[in-house]
């Protein structure tokens, strides 16, 4: 995937990365200022007139005829390094490659490197995934005890108001009928 051949084409000086959107150009705070899909067509636009750079990536995009783009993000990316680094996902721990550590840099595919996700030491990786399924276990569970909590009350509330309709049709059986049927004969 050719982010890294579109950012140098560009002289892209924002954030560049790969998401499940596309090919995101931004920044710390909003990293889809502008979306390039891997296809070469822009799905997010920059519309805002704050930023010059911003404008002018968008506008020498928008220069360029798709099928050009299409091949410049198709290409494959060449890299001066390739340092391993190791993130997770759930129970897997993950190697990928980079030319430079730490944020903001991104990986060989594209993808950022934050702090808290990517290291060097697989050991320090390891222990973050153990430490996020812990986590994710104990906040889950808590919330599966409150929903049993709630769905027991609820039961309760059933059974208490079943036994007040049976109590009412046991004592005044007629009452609801006669009203119903004048109701349909009206």
Known sequence: MGWKKLKEHYQIGHYVQVTEEGICIGSGYIHNIIVIGTDGVVRKRYDDRSNDDLIRYQREIDDTPPEVLRQLIQSPDTFTSSLIVYTYDGGDIIEKLCENLGWPNVTHDGEMMHDNEFSTDKATVVEWAKRN????????????????????????????FKASRAKLDDIYPETYQIRIAKKLNN
């Not at 399924?133 to 059933?158: G, H, P």
């Open 133 to 160: 399924a812990d986590a994710a276990i104990r906040i889950i569970s808590e919330r599966i005890e409150e929903v049993d909590k709630q769905a027991l009350d609820l039961r309760s509330k059933l059974s208490s």
